[in-house]
């Protein structure tokens, strides 16, 4: 089965950043869209944000202004990046390709 691996994450203050990767063998440019979603402690995994395949970008609220989603065709490669991180922010990010089965995830903690 194809994969979607996720790495990244890791443990970093409040006011740091982080870089998240996710990785497929499928050829990331064939998707219209691609998401990010965020599964904080004991709550539902919500969605954080997406790219379309003309490289339009769109963000939930709480991540605006401070997250960035690209994607390097390539190397096959999406990325978000992650600045002034919040305690909120914590959880396990998860890059969701429309048809692939969900990655194991990569946790990312931001202590306050």
């Known amino acids: 089965q194809v994969q979607v691996l996720e790495s990244g994450g890791g443990l970093v203050q409040a006011g740091g950043s982080l870089t998240l990767s996710c990785s497929t063998s499928?050829?990331?440019?064939?998707?219209?869209?691609i998401h990010w979603y965020r599964q904080p402690p004991g709550k539902q995994r919500d969605l954080v944000a997406t790219?379309?395949?003309?490289?339009?970008?769109n963000y939930a609220d709480s991540v605006k202004g401070r997250f960035t989603f690209s994607r390097d065709l390539g190397k096959n490669m999406l990325y978000l990046q992650m600045n002034s991180l919040k305690h909120d922010d914590t959880g396990v990010y998860y890059c969701?390709?429309?048809?692939?089965?969900w990655g194991q995830g990569t946790q990312v903690t931001v202590s306050s």
């Open positions: 499928r050829e990331i440019g064939r998707f219209k869209a």
């Open positions: 969701r390709i429309p048809g692939l089965n």
């Open positions: 790219i379309s395949n003309h490289d339009e970008t």
